[in-house]
Nanobody, 115 residues
Framework: QVRLVESGGGLVQAGGSLRLSCAAS????????MGWYRQAPGKQRELVAR???????NYSDSVKGRFTISRDNAKNMVYLQMNSLKPEDTAVYYC?????????WGQGTQVTVSS
């Protein structure tokens, strides 16, 4: 069983930055992809960024150039550096770990960007 715990959310003004962290523990199968999704009120959950075990990344168009995903395989951590935040980035951000065996989610962390 895999456990994912997010941290680093909070309230920030537009133009500011936040860094989210996700710690994975348990039976982590490799190779895998770790990612960040977000869900705003009344909207569907959407992919923000994903990174594979080999450090291949992909981003949603809405965050390209502003957000950077990274991972530390030795520590089983994934990070999301968010710069130039906009009010439309406000959402609950979820950590995700996907393997050929399973898909796992964290409990989410709230990010609120004020205008």
């Amino acid at each position: 069983q895999v456990r994912l715990v997010e941290s680093g959310g909070g309230l920030v003004q537009a133009g500011g930055s936040l860094r989210l962290s996700c710690a994975a523990s348990g039976d982590i199968f490799r190779p895998n992809a770790m990612g960040w999704y977000r869900q705003a009120p009344g909207k569907q959950r959407e992919l923000v960024a994903r990174i594979t075990s080999g450090d291949s990344t992909n981003y949603s168009d809405s965050v390209k150039g502003r957000f950077t995903i990274s991972r530390d395989n030795a520590k089983n951590m994934v990070y999301l550096q968010m710069n130039s935040l906009k009010p439309e980035d406000t959402a609950v951000y979820y950590c995700n770990l996907r393997t050929i065996r399973s898909e796992n989610w964290g409990q989410g962390t709230q990010v609120t960007v004020s205008s």
